[in-house]
């Protein structure tokens, strides 16, 4: 009788063993149910909050001067700038844009103001040189090669499985290749350079370090930035400043094509896009073009 009690009492034991493990089972299940739930519903909220600040932006810029404009009523236009400071719209939103007119150009720019800005950005001297003399390798179409540039031989004889390009560069990822640029930081290409066609270079917009690549004075140049920051810099101002006029090359306008990154921060998450768009307000075809799309690019 005591033996069977006993077996009775140690299934018993094992039985709510097992019902106690699934019962931390299931308590486990749910929770991660209700996590995934929760996480799928702050994606939607991100999703939809970006979508929303989108729409502010598209409107903003169909409807207002690419400006800053301290005294606008539109919040977005009283707050935002195009030299790439990042701007918030909300708790939530936060928005960069950059116009693409001022950052220099990989394909066009003058060789010397591209070496100027790499020393600038503490790039050695001789390094600079040779990523600049080997870019206009890469772009002509003749195969003499500069002093300290590099023709289709010389990637040849690194092995390379390609040579230059002998034409205009398709993307600023196309200046990794190129002779040099493997001592540069890759960031800086993404952040100070383009291959975008635009006309004209706006050195308003600018950002700091091609400011002071141009300018050469840096009290000169940070007296540009406060005002710029202040919102008060003006295109009469920049040429008080600076002794730098409009002409063929230069000129105080906000292009059309602006680089946009919208970042939407949300109980711990974030989620972000990123693209070039070319808002043209008086073009009844296509007042906006959307190119180089992309998510959550650190």
Do not use: C
């Amino acid at each position: 009788m005591k033996a069977q009690t006993g077996i009775a009492l140690i299934q018993v034991l094992i039985i709510s063993f097992i019902l106690a493990l699934l019962g931390i089972f299931i308590n486990q299940s749910i929770q991660q149910q209700v996590k995934v739930t929760q996480q799928i519903q702050n994606k939607f909220a991100m999703r939809l909050e970006l979508e929303e600040a989108e729409t502010q932006l598209f409107s903003a810029l169909l409807a207002h001067k690419k400006y800053p404009d301290t005294n606008s009523n539109n919040q977005l236009v009283k707050n935002w700038n195009f030299y790439g400071e990042e701007f918030r719209l909300s708790d939530s939103i936060f928005i960069s844009l950059m116009d693409m007119k001022s950052l220099f150009s990989l394909n066009i720019s003058s060789p010397d103001l591209i070496k100027n800005l790499l020393i600038q950005l503490n790039v050695e001297e001789n390094t600079a040189q040779t990523f600049v003399s080997s870019l206009t390798d890469w772009k002509d179409e003749n195969d003499v090669s500069r002093v300290n540039g590099a023709e289709a031989s010389f990637y040849k004889q690194q092995g390379k499985r390609y040579v230059p390009r002998n034409g205009y560069l398709q993307s600023v990822n196309e200046a990794a290749l190129i002779r040099g640029a493997e001592q540069i930081p890759k960031e800086y290409f993404a952040r100070y350079f383009s291959t975008e066609m635009v006309t004209g270079f706006n050195p308003i917009n600018a950002p700091e370090a091609i400011l002071k690549a141009i300018i050469k004075d840096e009290s000169t140049a940070n007296k540009v930035l406060k005002r710029r920051a202040a919102g008060t810099l003006t295109s009469y101002d920049f040429y008080l400043l600076t002794g730098i006029e409009e002409g063929e090359f230069i000129n105080f306008v906000t292009g059309s094509k602006i680089r946009v990154q919208l970042r939407v921060v949300l109980n711990g998450a974030q989620l972000s896009k990123q693209y070039i768009l070319d808002a043209t307000p008086r073009s009844y075809i296509k007042p906006m073009v959307f190119s180089q799309v992309s998510w959550n690019k650190s």
